[in-house]
């Protein structure tokens, strides 16, 4: 069983924030903001690139009712969906990061500085 299953399960502890049947929102365990939260579907799944639109269409509003608890909604956040090797996905149980509570950085992600991609 993956670690969010477990997490899921109750078999390793969360600081949660919200849940409902099919959704499960919790801090992230190595924070890179002040508000950094992990978003699961209960159900497992790998990643978004095998994520149906009919789940997307229940994580949507789940995301957003999480950013509200959390006073995010007015200020604004960032989402982020690490999705396989490339995009530097490390637990594979699909997972949205909702990174908050300060003005945040858009930082290069390669190590490349000088190149320009356009
Ligand atoms: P990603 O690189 O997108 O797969 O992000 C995985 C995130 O999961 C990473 O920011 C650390 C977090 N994480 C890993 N294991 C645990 C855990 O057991 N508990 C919590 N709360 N977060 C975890």
């Given at each position: 069983m993956c670690i969010f299953c477990k997490i899921v399960q109750g078999e390793i502890p969360c600081n949660k924030v919200h849940e409902n049947d099919e959704f499960l929102a919790f801090h992230d365990?190595?924070?890179?903001?002040?508000i950094h939260i992990l978003v699961i579907p209960?159900?497992?799944?790998?990643k978004f690139q095998n994520v149906t639109p009919e789940l997307m269409a229940k994580m949507t509003p789940f995301i957003q009712e999480v950013a509200k608890i959390l006073e995010l909604d007015q200020r604004g956040y960032r989402l982020i969906v690490n999705n396989g090797e490339d995009g530097g996905q490390e637990v594979m149980h699909l997972h949205f990061h909702i990174l908050g509570g300060t003005k945040l950085l858009w930082p290069q992600l390669t190590p490349d500085e000088n190149k320009k991609y356009l």
């Open positions: 365990v190595n924070p890179k903001a002040p209960k159900k497992h799944i790998d």
